[in-house]
C-alpha cells in the first residue's frame, strides 16, 4: 500500500532494554523526520534526514539514534529506554522541504516499564 | 526554539469563527499548520512561505506577516469536524519544522 507505514504500533518495554522503531515510506521523499508528542510539549523533533545517509539532531535527540541507508526506511533506535521516553512517536516525510507540507505515519505508543 | 501558539484552547458554537496565533522569537522561512484528533496523526492543512502570503482551503485560511514573525490561522463558519487540535509549525532554515504546543479547539453543536 503506498504511504507511510510505522510498526509497531504499541510497544511496552522494559527500563534499558534496546527498542526499534520501524518507518517506511512508499513515494521516495526526500525528506523524513522523527516526532515525540508528549502532553502539553505538542510535537518535539528527535531526529529529521534529508537523504539517504544524511540525518541530523533535532530539539531531544539524547537516547535515541537514527539510520537511514535507503530512502524509504528511516527506523528510531532507543539505546537503553528510559521511563522519560514513554510517548507516542510519529514519523513523517515530505517531498519537498519548501513548498510541500509532512504526511506522518499513525504513530508507535512506546510505554517503558 | 518552539513557537508559542494561543489561545491555548477555544470552545466553539457550530458557525462561530475562531483565529489562532502563532509567533516565533525567530526570522521565518515559512509556517505550516495541521489539525490533529484525537488518537490520529497530524494532518497537514497549508503551508506559507515568507513573504507575506495569505492562503485559503475551503473556510480555513491562514495569513503570515514575516515582519512580525507572526501566523494566524483563520476558521470560519465552524463546523463540528473543526474539532482538535491544530498545531503551527515554524522554519528557521535548514530542513526542520519546529511545532507549537498546539490549541484545543471543540466545536459544540
Known amino acids: 500500500d503506498a504511504g507511510i507505514t510505522q510498526s509497531p504500533r504499541y510497544k511496552i518495554t522494559e527500563t534499558g532494554r534496546q527498542v526499534t522503531l520501524m518507518c517506511h515510506q512508499t513515494?521516495?521523499?526526500?525528506?523524513m523526520f522523527w516526532y515525540r508528542q508528549d502532553l502539553g510539549h505538542g510535537l518535539r523533533l528527535i531526529y529529521y534526514?534529508?537523504?539517504?545517509?544524511?540525518?541530523d539532531k533535532g530539539e531531544v535527540p539524547d537516547g535515541y539514534v537514527v539510520s537511514r541507508s535507503k530512502t524509504e526506511n528511516f527506523p528510531l533506535t532507543l539505546e537503553s529506554a528510559t521511563r522519560s521516553q514513554t510517548s507516542v512517536y510519529f514519523c513523517?516525510?515530505?517531498?519537498?522541504?519548501?513548498?510541500?507540507?509532512?504526511?506522518f505515519g499513525s504513530g508507535t505508543r512506546l510505554t517503558v516499564v | 526554539q518552539q513557537p508559542v501558539q494561543s489561545p491555548q484552547a477555544v470552545i466553539l458554537r457550530e458557525g462561530e469563527d475562531a483565529v489562532i496565533n502563532c509567533s516565533s522569537s525567530?526570522?521565518?522561512?515559512?509556517v505550516h499548520w495541521y489539525r490533529q484528533k484525537h488518537g490520529e496523526a497530524p494532518v497537514f492543512l497549508m503551508i506559507l512561505l515568507k513573504g507575506g502570503e495569505q492562503k485559503g482551503h475551503d473556510k480555513i485560511s491562514a495569513s503570515f506577516n514575516e515582519k512580525k514573525q507572526q501566523s494566524s490561522l483563520y476558521l470560519t463558519a465552524s463546523q463540528l469536524s473543526y474539532s482538535g487540535t491544530y498545531f503551527c509549525g515554524t522554519e528557521t532554515g535548514g530542513f526542520k519544522t519546529i511545532f507549537g504546543a498546539g490549541t484545543r479547539l471543540f466545536v459544540k453543536a
Open positions: 534526514s534529508a537523504a539517504a545517509d544524511i540525518t
Open positions: 513523517a516525510s515530505s517531498e519537498d522541504r519548501v513548498r510541500a507540507g509532512y504526511t
Open positions: 513515494w521516495s521523499h526526500s525528506y
Open positions: 525567530k526570522a521565518l522561512y515559512s
